[in-house]
């Protein structure tokens, strides 16, 4: 996992260097900047593996910075923040953040949380010559990272794909919370449900079609999430 760079965005000193310094001790190659237009320019210049990025950045916010980066190609994205209210975690999702740290932290943690969001991508650039999954209606590109409802393209962050992607490939069977936290994240903890909860909440918004049926993910109350078999009278089933 060393050798990857990654890009701080922190306008905060201290915290700066003490994220470089753990990030640097673990074989990273890092950069610091302090805001949210030298983030945007370095990103477009240097393409790193990994951004950690502030929330409360001084006028361009984390979460703007965090949209901008993302608006041409999906790039791993670590939020810091100082606030611990669930709804700014929600926020930092649904622009595109890989995982959340709720300051503060611990370099331990900090380094954890990297290895695992770097784990993601290697086992995601593995995936090339992955079989597209068809459900129903619905086509699951692990390869191409696209989710297709007949012709038409559904936008989902990196994180939503991965869990349709994981409940998708065994339809039928319940995958609990833990174990969505466990395949998607790479570690699970104490909020863990909530969070999987929002992001699935997500997906069926995105899904959703009023004239076509099913309601691809059904909930398994007290336990977690099964994507819905296919009894065979659909033309697209079974593969």
Same mark, same amino acid.
């Given at each position: 996992?060393?050798?990857? $760079?990654?890009?701080?965005?922190?306008?905060?000193?201290?915290?700066?260097?003490?994220?470089?310094?753990?990030?640097?001790?673990? #074989?990273?190659? &890092?950069?610091?900047?302090?805001?949210?237009?030298?983030?945007?320019?370095?990103?477009?210049?240097?393409?790193?593996?990994?951004?950690?990025?502030?929330?409360?950045?001084?006028?361009?916010?984390?979460?703007?910075?965090?949209?901008?980066?993302?608006?041409?190609?999906?790039?791993?994205?670590?939020?810091?923040?100082?606030?611990?209210?669930?709804?700014?975690? +929600?926020?930092?999702?649904? &622009?595109?953040?890989?995982?959340?740290?709720?300051?503060?932290? *611990?370099?331990?943690?900090?380094?954890?949380? +990297? /290895?695992?969001?770097?784990?993601?991508?290697? /086992?995601?650039?593995?995936?090339?010559?992955?079989?597209?999954?068809? /459900?129903?209606?619905?086509? &699951?590109?692990?390869?191409?990272?696209?989710?297709?409802?007949?012709?038409?393209?559904? *936008?989902?962050?990196?994180?939503?794909?991965?869990?349709?992607?994981?409940?998708?490939?065994?339809? #039928?069977? +319940?995958?609990?919370?833990?174990?969505?936290? $466990?395949? +998607?994240?790479?570690?699970?903890?104490?909020?863990?449900? =909530? &969070?999987?909860?929002?992001?699935?909440? =997500?997906?069926?918004?995105?899904?959703?079609?009023?004239?076509?049926?099913?309601?691809?993910? /059904?909930?398994?109350?007290?336990?977690?999430?099964?994507?819905?078999?296919?009894?065979?009278?659909?033309?697209?089933?079974?593969?």
């Amino acid at each position: 996992m060393t050798g990857r $760079d990654i890009l701080v965005v922190e306008d905060e000193e201290d915290i700066a260097e003490a994220v470089r310094a753990r990030l640097a001790s673990e #074989g990273y190659r &890092v950069r610091v900047v302090s805001d949210g237009p030298q983030a945007i320019e370095a990103v477009a210049k240097e393409r790193p593996d990994l951004v950690v990025l502030d929330l409360m950045l001084p006028g361009m916010d984390g979460l703007e910075v965090c949209r901008e980066i993302q608006r041409d190609e999906w790039i791993p994205v670590l939020m810091l923040t100082a606030r611990t209210d669930e709804a700014d975690k +929600v926020a930092g999702f649904a &622009v595109g953040a890989d995982d959340y740290l709720t300051k503060p932290f *611990s370099s331990r943690e900090l380094a954890a949380r +990297v /290895r695992a969001i770097i784990r993601r991508m290697e /086992r995601i650039s593995g995936m090339a010559a992955t079989e597209p999954i068809t /459900r129903f209606d619905l086509t &699951v590109d692990a390869a191409r990272r696209r989710v297709l409802r007949g012709d038409e393209e559904i *936008s989902l962050t990196p994180l939503e794909f991965e869990i349709l992607l994981a409940l998708a490939r065994s339809p #039928g069977v +319940v995958l609990s919370r833990d174990h969505l936290m $466990d395949r +998607v994240w790479g570690y699970r903890d104490y909020a863990g449900g =909530r &969070v999987v909860d929002s992001h699935v909440a =997500r997906i069926r918004r995105k899904l959703k079609d009023e004239a076509a049926e099913p309601n691809y993910i /059904r909930t398994v109350h007290g336990v977690g999430y099964a994507f819905k078999e296919d009894d065979g009278s659909s033309p697209h089933g079974g593969r």
